[in-house]
């Protein structure tokens, strides 16, 4: 059972570098999401997807982009990274409306220097 | 500003003791979510309360959702240690599609 699967785990990168984070579910969800958490601190939504070729910006969507590739595949791009963005980011998946709850990755640490 | 705000952010008690963790929000709420994260692990779901004044039981976990659709609360009965960690509540907002939005979390810490 992988559920949802987050690739890099671990990632350092220098101000103004890009990269993208990717993720994937293999549980058939319709809605995915990205959050960024801050040390100490709750999840902030940064995009999500309701389904297949849609996206909507979440409450902190600034300096990143998302792609739905497909049902299984939601990316996070940084275009150009800043000391800001560092965090540990979590993607998430789960059925549409929300009211079943949703799975998470194991996230992925950033770090930018 | 968040849209969910809980409190106590901290709570630090002996074991045995019971405690109340409380979700609030000005906006009403299609459901209220509640879920528990250890260091260096994502969240994992615990409950989801939908009906305004339902209560769910999980053991020694107590979850309400408020008759009004716009708080929740979680009441650890004789907290042990292993139920040390962050308890975040979460939901969708009516209107909002499927938007998930989170509270701050309160982190506790049950000593033995």
């Known amino acids: 059972n992988a559920g949802v699967t987050q690739t890099p785990k671990f990632q350092v990168l220098k101000t103004g570098q890009s990269m993208t984070l990717q993720c994937a579910q293999d549980?058939?969800?319709?809605?995915m999401y990205w959050y960024r958490q801050d040390p100490g601190m709750g999840l902030r939504l940064i995009y999500y997807s309701a389904s297949e070729g849609t996206t909507d910006k979440g409450e902190v969507p600034n300096g990143y982009n998302v792609s739905r590739l497909n049902k299984r595949e939601f990316s996070l791009r940084l275009e150009s990274a800043a000391p800001s963005q560092t965090s540990v980011y979590f993607c998430a998946s789960g059925w549409t409306g929300s009211a079943r709850g949703a799975f998470f990755g194991q996230g992925t640490r950033l770090t930018v220097v | 500003t968040q849209l969910l705000e809980q409190s106590p952010q901290f709570l630090s008690i002996q074991e045995g003791e019971n405690l109340t963790v409380y979700c609030n929000s000005s906006s009403v709420f299609s459901s209220l979510q509640w879920y528990r994260q250890e260091p260096g692990e994502g969240p994992v779901l615990l409950v989801t309360?939908?009906?305004?004044?339902e209560v769910k039981k999980l053991k020694r976990l107590t979850f309400q959702f408020g008759d009004a659709r716009k708080d929740s609360s979680l009441h650890i009965t004789a907290a042990q240690p292993g139920d040390t960690g962050l308890y975040l509540c979460?939901?969708?907002?009516?209107?909002?599609?499927?938007?998930?939005?989170f509270g701050g979390g309160t982190r506790l810490m049950v000593k033995p």
């Open positions: 979460a939901g969708g907002p009516f209107n909002a599609g499927n938007m998930l939005t």
């Open positions: 549980m058939n969800h319709n809605s």
């Open positions: 309360v939908v009906t305004g004044g």
